[in-house]
């Protein structure tokens, strides 16, 4: 039962990561096509006082600047986004304890962006809540595995090279 959660909670995990490459994904070609994502807007227009459009239009190059934010913030969780799977779906699916504890820096990534800007629209917020529930829930998934090598007193050394009877010392070998 416990692989099949750690099972679930790492499937689960790639899951949330590849939504969050697509969703990267969509937020550059919304850059690049109108300056700036359509989930963006309402939380523009709040922290702003005034449509994205109306800046656009007043102030092209404070737009261009907005637009470069833009980009390189959907860099920036690119790389979060790519770093938690390649965890996720090598060193955690193997059981490794110091993934699991690799995979909780994203929920700074995921509580940043939703205290910042996705609290500014309830369609922006309720997706961005759909990360900051699942993460904990998954991990927690893959803890059992984890905790109870821990608390068996394994440890996740390199593999070393085992003593063969030959190499062993005339007094063990008695």
Known sequence: MIKVLHRIGWIGLTVVGALLVSAVAADLAADSRSGLPADHTA?????????YDAVRAASPGVARYITTLEVGYA???LTFAE?????????LRRGHTWAWWACWALMIANLGY????????STTLARSLVA?????????????PLLRRAAGGATEQAPSA?????????ATSA
């Open 75 to 77: 860099l920036h969780e």
């Open 43 to 51: 939380a523009f227009a709040a922290v702003a006082g005034q449509p």
């Open 132 to 144: 900051i529930v699942a993460v904990p829930v998954l991990l927690l998934l893959c803890s059992p």
């Open 83 to 91: 770093l938690f799977l390649a965890i996720v779906l090598i060193p």
């Open 162 to 170: 085992t003593l063969g009877p030959s190499s062993a010392s005339p």
């Open 114 to 121: 939703t205290l910042t800007l996705a609290r500014h629209d």
